[in-house]
């Protein structure tokens, strides 16, 4: 260990109603030092990143931050300890402007009043830290921004702070290759300044690039700790904690893959372009890209929650006008939002009622909830139980199970009108490591039983394991198919469209 | 390895089915009346009590549709009085009017219902604004209609639901038509709410309506619809109170927040996805038994209001506490 | 919210003639004076009961004199009931009898003192009136307005309820609440046995002309030895009253029913009827619905009146003062009759509205009785 | 989802701040109109503008108050009962002495900042919705007051009707007062750290809550400006009316139409979005209609049925161009 962590968390543990998010946690970061977290989605990171800046308390352990421990009850007071936190879910204000948001909840103040001048000559200051060539004017509306520039704005908001710690989670997420450069040139001079940085990723070569070491989490507990950085199929290992093969299910064989089910000619709407696509029965494709690349908005599109303006969508070869997600279902398509809370549960009602949901939207409005012409409850149980969704009772209410549950029962809601296209968007944030390669075998047993999967995914790895074709997008666009050989680097190269370092 | 972590917390969570605590306040506060009065135990009490209850219990069961659908609804208080002006300047002192009237009525009732459920949703104004609106708007018309003054009477067909008991019936003695309205319009809003794909599509569309929406729930017809049904029990709820109280100017105004007191009381959740119409209707009995209870303790007006505002604050509370406590 | 807006709304129906003083709601003065008052006979023609007034103080005008066409500006307090809808149908239909009134401005403050204040404010501001009727909401209130508007040199007449100055030229009224409540008393007391239980039924505390009635009657019962059940407010709501009634009648037996105002009288007795039993004395006010059930079921009952022809008489004064001619001052207190079961059937008309209030003095106009509401 | 939502097209005009604008110069315009129409030029003076303005002062009072709370993304229904109490106080402890002006004053602020405090706390601490809970506070206040006082009690001294009918020539000292105030909350809203946090809690209080800021107090702060304002504006009726009587808020119905007037004014039921002057500008068109109806003679009854026309309209303007989903 080192000699004086600016901040040592020592056997945290911490629980949420259904799911045991940390084990016995300890984790620390010394002065002038990168200390890379990593893990799969699920395995525990935000939570640990979270009681370290006090949003959380956990349940027991202890966070010492100098060498005394600390209680934190709000995230001010780990603010004043020193700690800042660059969030993976966007924490800024759409409606204020960057300055505004940069200097949130501690604007510079001159006789007791917000000194604007001040406030906007800082953030001049922090912003060109990112080099000029991205001219981020401090009085503009953060709802104006692009999302790199969004993300920009987060972590200048972090900087500004002159914190001791630096928490970065996934802060490339959306940057192309050229701004992460601008960031990890800030990252090592925050590092020659003496600040400890937590960087968390699951990008190997962004650990190989800047890490000094290596912690790596999996389902709440710690399974490697690297004093250097180790050659990158160890973190792998580390990570995943078994062998890849077993971890995602085989590929489809060449005769598996059968009719093209979904096509797209010339589809475009505000947000993506010229997309040409052919989904097919048997075949999970993965598309790829930065956040903001159009992926999401694509398979909004398809589902008709954000239709197409121009183009042509084909399903069995006849044409469909998919003007809303109902035109879509009625078409066959279903989809699985990425961010389950706020667009796929209704949290509320019960697992059951999850489940039933869309097969209750197309049935006779005012014909009895137990049963319709797709699914009755029998059937609904049958199918949850099939897929192994855990909850004490299927009345239980949706907010009680962990993730995976949840995502589970959403497929069911989709299996119960056996669809002819599935959706999956990020499948698997958030789900701990065992619920993910369940997600990953069913939806191999869809892609089977004739459904031609989509999958959406950040998470390269998950992309190249579970797909069989890979499409990437950039700025609206599909730029690239690939093979499910492609390496990570090939997939960033082309999402990023700019040069890349050969890395894992 | 990965056995280990399928111990969740949640397969030792079995929680005891709980009872919603507004029955239990409904009974305390009617025994508490029977010992304060124990007339109050006898069928003509009892029974007398229910009728006066009928309008508001049958009101707060429409007005939770729209609760549950994630909106509010204050202009039902307008539509009630709309609808005893209306079918007093209609009736003419005629009793056979009432067949064509009360269909009328309904047909009015369900214009004004698509109306604030198509400012909701298309429009895009908050509930609270356009059914505020829709408020004004109604009393003025009523007024307009009327001149400012009812200009015709209630013939009897029409206060029959409202006002006329069967007497002599078995065990009960008293049966008045009120009650028979209230048991067939709650059991039918029970079976919407609780029983039909809309009911189960409603909660869907109150608790989340983006993911409702991207789940197929048509949400906006949905909430049109939610809008539509309280509505037409504000006209049925006019009826029997009309009925009951004959005609009056501003025979439905305060009723808009009492519906939604008594929804509140019945464990509602205000802004959507979670309501029950047996306990917004036990809601309103408890809403009314304190009132009654107050009476009899000899307490004026003023106490009331203080009463009726720290139970709802309280039963509201009491809820969060109870959900929080059973975990997020 | 919206209840105590109702209440308010009957509040303004009913309250009248209040004193200039601070409230005493049991002052024997003036308890005599209106008790005579009812007896007493009024000045004027016989015929016409609007123009009659009591005392023979008379302001002179002279100074306000004006040729027509004139402006004559109306600020009142909100027609949001049905007594004051009689009344602003009878002072519209007066103003068509003078022709020299060239313009009739109506602004409605819809029972806020505080829109009041500011329609007058408007009214003076713009309105190029000639003579300002003002119907005070509430009186202390708007007595600075009413100052502001003397001020300016406007001949003020205010009517119903009163303003705590004697700058307007006169201020109309009916003889007032004592004289309610004693009619209702007497008729009560007259008609039970002594030791019998009356309930007395009340709109709402507070309100000046309300509390006289009761304190009026509430004294004449004790005093006849009567057994008071109980004061029971009914925020003038019908659905209530008849709860407070079929609660009272669980208990034990009622042999009167005394009501401050009209409104929900027909309710009370719906009451009794409703369980079957015969309606006791019940007494009411001068609307149709409590007049016609009163006939129909042919229960002792007394319709005392807060009388609507007030509302002619205020154009009338302000008439009579643009021409000059004196005008009763500093009150031009009206008579105010009980309607008895002798005069019962001469103030029944069932071609009229349900809330049309009997007492109106309108029969002699000649838009009668369609303006009102009703057929002939 | 988070993808599209933050793929905004960059610059674009931003309706919703210059709606309220909009709105005034319409009501404006045809006020103007219609009494060129109705050759009614006699009321385009000076003197009937600041009649206009002076109009609602008591709503604008209580409608800045509200814009702090349905900034925050609260809502404060007990604005009507603060008002009644607050002024049936001041009349009370006033009762005619001079004296006695300022401990009234100061006993009604504290007061008012006292149910503030406690709104903001049921809020924050209990976790009651808005709505009810100041609904229930109203309810309480009401009672309470009404339990002690059944009319006007008390009065205030002439003294003290300066501030409803003193005029610095022509512009009563009321009108002046309400725009300083107007002006005084602009300020806090935009120079102070707490104004800067009203909005940042209303925008999304994760957000803000991870930024450090104790969003609780922000909230309470908010409520107990609201309830201050509300007091303020029960003081000014008081001097208005002489005296104060447990109706006059409920009367005025100044809580629904604070809240008419904010949202008019721009300023989103959901929080964090729209300002005081806004809010002033809902508070003139407000006047404009009432005088509008008043010049133009329109029955009270139809002009009920217009003003709630009106009120769904005005907000329809804005929000039918908003994406964000309504409840």
Same mark, same amino acid.
């Given at each position: 260990?080192?000699?004086?962590?600016?901040?040592?968390?020592?056997?945290?543990?911490?629980?949420?109603?259904?799911?045991?998010?940390?084990?016995?946690?300890?984790?620390?970061?010394?002065?002038?030092?990168?200390?890379?977290?990593?893990?799969?989605?699920?395995?525990?990171?935000?939570?640990?990143?979270?009681?370290?800046?006090?949003?959380?308390?956990?349940?027991?352990?202890?966070?010492?931050?100098?060498?005394?421990?600390?209680?934190?009850?709000?995230?001010?007071?780990?603010?004043?300890?020193?700690?800042?936190?660059?969030?993976?879910?966007?924490?800024?204000?759409?409606?204020?402007?960057?300055?505004?948001?940069?200097?949130?909840?501690?604007?510079?103040?001159?006789?007791?009043?917000?000194?604007? +001048?001040?406030?906007?000559?800082?953030?001049?200051?922090?912003?060109?830290?990112?080099?000029?060539?991205?001219?981020?004017?401090?009085?503009?509306?953060?709802?104006?921004?692009?999302?790199?520039?969004?993300?920009?704005?987060?972590?200048?908001?972090?900087?500004?702070?002159?914190?001791?710690?630096?928490?970065?989670?996934?802060?490339?997420?959306?940057?192309?290759?050229?701004?992460?450069?601008?960031?990890?040139?800030?990252?090592?001079?925050?590092?020659?300044?003496?600040?400890?940085?937590?960087?968390?990723?699951?990008?190997?070569?962004?650990?190989?690039?800047?890490?000094?070491?290596?912690?790596?989490?999996?389902?709440?507990?710690?399974?490697?700790?690297?004093?250097?950085?180790?050659?990158?199929?160890?973190?792998?290992?580390?990570?995943?904690?078994?062998?890849?093969?077993?971890?995602?299910?085989?590929?489809?064989?060449?005769?598996?893959?059968?009719?093209?089910?979904?096509?797209?000619?010339?589809?475009?709407?505000?947000?993506?372009?010229?997309?040409?696509?052919?989904?097919?029965?048997?075949?999970?494709?993965?598309?790829?890209?930065?956040?903001?690349?159009?992926?999401?908005?694509?398979?909004?599109?398809?589902?008709?929650?954000?239709?197409?303006?121009?183009?042509?969508?084909?399903?069995?070869?006849?044409?469909?006008?998919?003007?809303?997600?109902?035109?879509?279902?009625?078409?066959?398509?279903?989809?699985?939002?990425?961010?389950?809370?706020?667009?796929?549960?209704?949290?509320?009602?019960?697992?059951?009622?999850?489940?039933?949901?869309?097969?209750?939207?197309?049935?006779?409005?005012?014909?009895?909830?137990?049963?319709?012409?797709?699914?009755?409850?029998?059937?609904?149980?049958?199918?949850?139980?099939?897929? +192994?969704?855990?909850?004490?009772?299927?009345?239980?209410?949706?907010?009680?199970?962990?993730?995976?549950?949840?995502?589970?029962?959403?497929?069911?809601?989709?299996?119960?009108?056996?669809?002819?296209?599935?959706?999956?968007?990020?499948?698997?944030?958030?789900?701990?490591?065992?619920?993910?390669?369940?997600?990953?075998?069913?939806?191999?047993?869809?892609?089977?039983?004739?459904?031609?999967?989509?999958?959406?995914?950040?998470?390269?790895?998950?992309?190249?394991?579970?797909?069989?074709?890979?499409?990437?997008?950039?700025?609206?666009?599909?730029?690239?198919?690939?093979?499910?050989?492609?390496?990570?680097?090939?997939?960033?190269?082309?999402?990023?469209?700019?040069?890349?370092?050969?890395?894992? | 390895?990965?056995?280990?972590?399928?111990?969740?917390?949640?397969?030792?969570?079995?929680?005891?089915?709980?009872?919603?605590?507004?029955?239990?306040?409904?009974?305390?506060?009617?025994?508490?009346?029977?010992?304060?009065?124990?007339?109050?135990?006898?069928?003509?009490?009892?029974?007398?009590?229910?009728?006066?209850?009928?309008?508001?219990?049958?009101?707060?069961?429409?007005?939770?549709?729209?609760?549950?659908?994630?909106?509010?609804?204050?202009?039902?208080?307008?539509?009630?009085?709309?609808?005893?002006?209306?079918?007093?300047?209609?009736?003419?002192?005629?009793?056979?009017?009432?067949?064509?009237?009360?269909?009328?009525?309904?047909?009015?009732?369900?214009?004004?219902?698509?109306?604030?459920?198509?400012?909701?949703?298309?429009?895009?104004?908050?509930?609270?604004?356009?059914?505020?609106?829709?408020?004004?708007?109604?009393?003025?018309?009523?007024?307009?209609?009327?001149?400012?003054?009812?200009?015709?009477?209630?013939?009897?067909?029409?206060?029959?639901?409202?006002?006329?008991?069967?007497?002599?019936?078995?065990?009960?003695?008293?049966?008045?038509?009120?009650?028979?309205?209230?048991?067939?319009?709650?059991?039918?809003?029970?079976?919407?709410?609780?029983?039909?794909?809309?009911?189960?599509?409603?909660?869907?569309?109150?608790?989340?309506?983006?993911?409702?929406?991207?789940?197929?729930?048509?949400?906006?017809?949905?909430?049109?619809?939610?809008?539509?049904?309280?509505?037409?029990?504000?006209?049925?709820?006019?009826?029997?109170?009309?009925?009951?109280?004959?005609?009056?100017?501003?025979?439905?105004?305060?009723?808009?927040?009492?519906?939604?007191?008594?929804?509140?009381?019945?464990?509602?959740?205000?802004?959507?996805?979670?309501?029950?119409?047996?306990?917004?209707?036990?809601?309103?009995?408890?809403?009314?038994?304190?009132?009654?209870?107050?009476?009899?303790?000899?307490?004026?007006?003023?106490?009331?209001?203080?009463?009726?505002?720290?139970?709802?604050?309280?039963?509201?509370?009491?809820?969060?506490?109870?959900?929080?406590?059973?975990?997020? | 919210?919206?209840?105590?807006?109702?209440?308010?709304?009957?509040?303004?129906?009913?309250?009248?003639?209040?004193?200039?003083?601070?409230?005493?709601?049991?002052?024997?003065?003036?308890?005599?004076?209106?008790?005579?008052?009812?007896?007493?006979?009024?000045?004027?023609?016989?015929?016409?009961?609007?123009?009659?007034?009591?005392?023979?103080?008379?302001?002179?005008?002279?100074?306000?004199?004006?040729?027509?066409?004139?402006?004559?500006?109306?600020?009142?307090?909100?027609?949001?009931?049905?007594?004051?809808?009689?009344?602003?149908?009878?002072?519209?239909?007066?103003?068509?009898?003078?022709?020299?009134?060239?313009?009739?401005?109506?602004?409605?403050?819809?029972?806020?003192?505080?829109?009041?204040?500011?329609?007058?404010?408007?009214?003076?501001?713009?309105?190029?009136?000639?003579?300002?009727?003002?119907?005070?909401?509430?009186?202390?209130?708007?007595?600075?307005?009413?100052?502001?508007?003397?001020?300016?040199?406007?001949?003020?007449?205010?009517?119903?309820?009163?303003?705590?100055?004697?700058?307007?030229?006169?201020?109309?009224?009916?003889?007032?609440?004592?004289?309610?409540?004693?009619?209702?008393?007497?008729?009560?007391?007259?008609?039970?046995?002594?030791?019998?239980?009356?309930?007395?039924?009340?709109?709402? *505390?507070?309100?000046?002309?309300?509390?006289?009635?009761?304190?009026?009657?509430?004294?004449?019962?004790?005093?006849?030895?009567?057994?008071?059940?109980?004061?029971?407010?009914?925020?003038?709501?019908?659905?209530?009253?008849?709860?407070?009634?079929?609660?009272?009648?669980?208990?034990?037996?009622?042999?009167?029913?005394?009501?401050?105002?009209?409104?929900?009288?027909?309710?009370?007795?719906?009451?009794?009827?409703?369980?079957?039993?015969?309606?006791?004395?019940?007494?009411?006010?001068?609307?149709?619905?409590?007049?016609?059930?009163?006939?129909?079921?042919?229960?002792?009952?007394?319709?005392?009146?807060? *009388?609507?022809?007030?509302?002619?008489?205020?154009?009338?004064?302000?008439?009579?003062?643009?021409?000059?001619?004196?005008?009763?001052? *500093?009150?031009?207190?009206? *008579?105010?009759?009980?309607?008895?079961?002798?005069?019962?059937?001469?103030?029944?008309?069932?071609?009229?509205?349900?809330?049309?209030?009997?007492?109106?003095?309108?029969?002699?106009?000649?838009?009668?009785?369609?303006?009102?509401?009703?057929?002939? | 989802?988070?993808?599209?939502?933050?793929?905004?097209?960059?610059?674009?005009?931003?309706?919703?701040?210059?709606?309220?604008?909009?709105?005034?110069?319409?009501?404006?315009?045809?006020?103007?109109?219609?009494?060129?129409?109705?050759?009614?030029?006699?009321?385009?003076?000076?003197?009937?503008?600041?009649?206009?303005?002076?109009?609602?002062?008591?709503?604008?009072?209580?409608?800045?108050?509200?814009?702090?709370?349905?900034?925050?993304?609260?809502?404060?229904?007990?604005?009507?009962?603060?008002?009644?109490?607050?002024?049936?106080?001041?009349?009370?402890?006033?009762?005619?002495?001079?004296?006695?002006?300022?401990?009234?004053?100061?006993?009604?602020?504290?007061?008012?900042?006292?149910?503030?405090?406690?709104?903001?706390?049921?809020?924050?601490?209990?976790?009651?919705?808005?709505?009810?809970?100041?609904?229930?506070?109203?309810?309480?206040?009401?009672?309470?007051?009404?339990?002690?006082?059944?009319?006007?009690?008390?009065?205030?001294?002439?003294?003290?009707?300066?501030?409803?009918?003193?005029?610095?020539?022509?512009?009563?000292?009321?009108?002046?007062?309400?725009?300083?105030?107007?002006?005084?909350?602009?300020?806090?809203?935009?120079?102070?750290?707490?104004?800067?946090?009203?909005?940042?809690?209303?925008?999304?209080?994760?957000?803000?809550?991870?930024?450090?800021?104790?969003?609780?107090?922000?909230?309470?702060?908010?409520?107990?400006?609201?309830?201050?304002?509300?007091?303020?504006?029960?003081?000014?009726?008081?001097?208005?009316?002489?005296?104060?009587?447990?109706?006059?808020?409920?009367?005025?119905?100044?809580?629904?139409?604070?809240?008419?007037?904010?949202?008019?004014?721009?300023?989103?039921?959901?929080?964090?979005?729209?300002?005081?002057?806004?809010?002033?500008?809902?508070?003139?068109?407000?006047?404009?209609?009432?005088?509008?109806?008043?010049?133009?003679?329109?029955?009270?009854?139809?002009?009920?049925?217009?003003?709630?026309?009106?009120?769904?309209?005005?907000?329809?303007?804005?929000?039918?161009?908003?994406?964000?989903?309504?409840?």
């Amino acid at each position: 260990m080192i000699e004086a962590p600016v901040f040592e968390m020592q056997a945290i543990s911490k629980s949420f109603p259904g799911v045991r998010a940390l084990h016995e946690v300890s984790f620390a970061c010394g002065k002038g030092e990168v200390h890379a977290l990593c893990g799969e989605n699920g395995a525990g990171k935000s939570t640990l990143i979270k009681i370290l800046s006090g949003v959380y308390r956990p349940d027991s352990g202890a966070v010492l931050i100098d060498g005394t421990e600390q209680h934190f009850g709000h995230p001010q007071e780990a603010l004043l300890a020193g700690i800042s936190v660059i969030y993976q879910e966007f924490s800024l204000l759409p409606e204020r402007s960057v300055a505004q948001n940069l200097f949130l909840g501690r604007e510079p103040l001159r006789n007791g009043l917000i000194d604007n +001048r001040a406030m906007i000559a800082e953030t001049r200051r922090v912003l060109e830290l990112f080099g000029v060539r991205h001219g981020i004017a401090p009085e503009t509306l953060v709802a104006d921004l692009d999302v790199a520039s969004q993300q920009m704005v987060e972590i200048a908001k972090a900087i500004s702070l002159n914190a001791k710690v630096i928490v970065m989670d996934e802060p490339t997420a959306a940057l192309n290759e050229a701004e992460c450069d601008v960031l990890f040139a800030l990252v090592d001079r925050l590092r020659a300044s003496g600040t400890a940085i937590v960087y968390i990723t699951h990008r190997m070569r962004e650990v190989a690039r800047i890490a000094d070491r290596v912690t790596v989490l999996k389902d709440g507990e710690v399974t490697a700790r690297f004093d250097q950085v180790p050659a990158p199929e160890m973190i792998v290992r580390a990570m995943v904690g078994r062998d890849i093969s077993e971890y995602y299910p085989d590929p489809a064989k060449p005769d598996e893959i059968g009719a093209d089910i979904l096509t797209v000619s010339g589809g475009a709407n505000h947000a993506v372009h010229d997309i040409d696509l052919t989904l097919r029965a048997g075949e999970i494709v993965g598309f790829a890209g930065l956040q903001g690349a159009g992926r999401t908005a694509l398979a909004m599109a398809l589902f008709g929650a954000l239709p197409f303006t121009s183009g042509r969508v084909t399903i069995d070869g006849q044409h469909m006008d998919i003007k809303t997600p109902r035109d879509a279902i009625r078409a066959g398509i279903g989809m699985l939002p990425g961010d389950r809370k706020a667009s796929g549960l209704v949290l509320m009602q019960s697992v059951r009622d999850n489940g039933m949901l869309t097969a209750r939207s197309f049935a006779r409005l005012l014909g009895g909830n137990g049963a319709n012409r797709f699914i009755d409850l029998s059937g609904m149980d049958a199918l949850l139980d099939r897929m +192994r969704v855990r909850a004490p009772s299927y009345e239980q209410e949706m907010r009680f199970l962990s993730g995976g549950n949840q995502q589970k029962a959403i497929v069911a809601r989709w299996l119960a009108l056996k669809p002819k296209v599935l959706i999956f968007i990020e499948p698997t944030r958030g789900i701990d490591v065992d619920a993910k390669a369940s997600i990953y075998h069913l939806m191999r047993d869809l892609a089977r039983a004739g459904t031609a999967v989509m999958m959406v995914s950040s998470d390269l790895p998950e992309i190249l394991g579970a797909s069989d074709r890979i499409l990437v997008m950039r700025d609206g666009r599909i730029v690239g198919e690939f093979g499910r050989s492609a390496s990570e680097a090939e997939l960033m190269l082309a999402a990023t469209g700019e040069a890349a370092e050969v890395a894992a | 390895m990965t056995e280990q972590s399928l111990s969740r917390p949640e397969t030792r969570k079995r929680r005891l089915p709980q009872i919603n605590p507004v029955y239990v306040l409904v009974v305390a506060l009617i025994l508490a009346i029977i010992v304060m009065n124990p007339a109050f135990g006898e069928p003509t009490g009892y029974m007398n009590f229910l009728k006066r209850v009928a309008a508001l219990a049958i009101l707060s069961a429409g007005a939770l549709y729209v609760i549950v659908s994630g909106g509010f609804d204050l202009s039902v208080g307008s539509i009630m009085t709309l609808t005893v002006i209306g079918s007093s300047m209609l009736a003419s002192n005629d009793p056979n009017s009432t067949y064509w009237i009360i269909p009328l009525m309904l047909g009015i009732g369900l214009v004004i219902g698509l109306v604030n459920g198509l400012v909701v949703s298309y429009l895009k104004v908050p509930s609270l604004i356009a059914t505020l609106g829709m408020m004004i708007t109604l009393n003025g018309v009523a007024f307009m209609w009327s001149g400012g003054a009812p200009r015709g009477y209630l013939p009897d067909t029409f206060r029959f639901f409202g006002r006329y008991n069967i007497t002599d019936v078995p065990l009960i003695g008293i049966l008045p038509i009120a009650v028979i309205c209230l048991v067939v319009f709650g059991a039918t809003l029970w079976w919407g709410m609780h029983r039909t794909n809309f009911g189960r599509m409603l909660h869907a569309a109150g608790d989340n309506p983006q993911a409702a929406r991207l789940a197929g729930v048509p949400v906006q017809r949905v909430r049109i619809s939610a809008f539509v049904v309280s509505a037409l029990t504000a006209v049925l709820a006019g009826i029997i109170l009309g009925g009951r109280a004959g005609v009056s100017v501003n025979i439905g105004s305060g009723f808009e927040l009492q519906a939604i007191t008594a929804a509140v009381i019945g464990g509602a959740q205000l802004l959507g996805g979670r309501g029950s119409v047996p306990a917004a209707i036990a809601g309103a009995l408890a809403l009314e038994a304190i009132f009654t209870l107050l009476n009899l303790l000899g307490l004026a007006q003023p106490v009331r209001l203080v009463v009726q505002g720290l139970i709802l604050i309280g039963a509201v509370a009491f809820a969060t506490y109870q959900r929080k406590r059973a975990g997020r | 919210m919206n209840k105590t807006l109702l209440t308010l709304a009957v509040l303004g129906m009913l309250t009248g003639a209040a004193s200039a003083q601070a409230p005493n709601f049991d002052d024997p003065a003036e308890f005599a004076k209106q008790r005579d008052q009812l007896t007493a006979t009024f000045n004027g023609p016989a015929d016409q009961v609007y123009l009659q007034y009591a005392g023979d103080s008379m302001a002179d005008t002279a100074q306000y004199k004006k040729d027509g066409p004139w402006t004559v500006c109306f600020s009142n307090a909100g027609v949001n009931n049905p007594w004051r809808v009689v009344g602003y149908t009878n002072m519209t239909e007066e103003v068509k009898l003078h022709p020299e009134i060239g313009t009739f401005t109506h602004v409605d403050a819809e029972g806020s003192d505080d829109k009041q204040i500011a329609d007058i404010d408007d009214l003076l501001a713009g309105g190029d009136c000639d003579v300002l009727i003002v119907s005070p909401n509430s009186t202390a209130a708007l007595t600075p307005a009413v100052e502001k508007a003397c001020a300016a040199g406007l001949p003020v007449i205010v009517f119903d309820r009163g303003v705590t100055t004697d700058c307007p030229v006169t201020f109309v009224h009916p003889v007032g609440g004592y004289g309610f409540g004693i009619q209702a008393a007497e008729h009560i007391i007259a008609n039970v046995p002594a030791g019998g239980k009356v309930l007395m039924l009340r709109i709402l *505390p507070g309100v000046d002309v309300l509390e006289t009635r009761a304190s009026g009657a509430r004294n004449m019962f004790t005093e006849a030895g009567l057994d008071i059940l109980g004061e029971e407010f009914t925020d003038g709501d019908n659905a209530k009253t008849k709860s407070i009634v079929e609660d009272y009648l669980q208990r034990g037996g009622i042999d009167a029913v005394w009501m401050d105002a009209g409104a929900t009288a027909v309710a009370a007795v719906e009451a009794f009827e409703d369980q079957g039993m015969d309606v006791p004395v019940v007494t009411g006010e001068d609307q149709q619905d409590y007049l016609q059930k009163w006939r129909d079921l042919g229960f002792k009952g007394i319709a005392p009146t807060y *009388p609507t022809y007030q509302w002619r008489t205020a154009i009338i004064a302000a008439v009579n003062t643009l021409k000059g001619e004196p005008v009763p001052s *500093p009150e031009w207190v009206l *008579p105010q009759p009980a309607i008895t079961q002798d005069v019962l059937d001469q103030y029944i008309n069932e071609k009229m509205p349900p809330l049309h209030y009997a007492m109106c003095g309108c029969e002699d106009m000649p838009s009668y009785p369609e303006a009102w509401g009703g057929s002939k | 989802m988070t993808e599209i939502s933050q793929n905004r097209a960059p610059r674009r005009f931003r309706f919703e701040r210059h709606a309220s604008t909009l709105l005034l110069l319409a009501a404006i315009a045809l006020y103007v109109i219609l009494l060129l129409a109705l050759g009614q030029v006699r009321f385009l003076t000076l003197d009937n503008l600041v009649a206009i303005l002076g109009r609602s002062i008591t709503l604008g009072i209580t409608a800045i108050g509200q814009t702090f709370a349905i900034l925050v993304a609260s809502i404060d229904l007990s604005v009507a009962s603060v008002i009644s109490a607050a002024a049936v106080v001041t009349s009370v402890m006033m009762n005619g002495d001079p004296a006695m002006m300022v401990p009234a004053i100061a006993a009604v602020l504290a007061l008012g900042a006292a149910i503030g405090l406690v709104n903001g706390l049921v809020i924050t601490k209990l976790e009651v919705n808005p709505l009810i809970a100041t609904l229930g506070m109203s309810l309480i206040i009401q009672g309470v007051l009404s339990y002690y006082y059944n009319n006007f009690a008390g009065n205030v001294p002439v003294e003290f009707q300066i501030f409803a009918y003193g005029a610095w020539g022509i512009v009563p000292y009321s009108l002046l007062f309400m725009f300083a105030l107007a002006g005084l909350a602009w300020f806090v809203l935009r120079f102070t750290r707490f104004g800067s946090d009203i909005y940042s809690v209303g925008g999304n209080k994760d957000a803000a809550r991870l930024a450090g800021i104790k969003t609780a107090r922000v909230v309470i702060g908010a409520h107990v400006i609201c309830s201050l304002c509300a007091a303020i504006a029960g003081i000014y009726l008081a001097s208005r009316l002489r005296s104060g009587a447990p109706w006059i808020g409920a009367e005025g119905v100044y809580d629904l139409e604070s809240i008419a007037v904010v949202v008019i004014g721009g300023t989103v039921l959901a929080g964090g979005r729209g300002g005081i002057w806004g809010t002033m500008a809902g508070v003139i068109i407000f006047s404009l209609i009432d005088s509008i109806f008043n010049v133009a003679g329109v029955d009270a009854f139809v002009k009920q049925v217009l003003r709630g026309i009106i009120i769904v309209a005005a907000v329809a303007f804005y929000a039918a161009r908003s994406q964000r989903p309504v409840a």
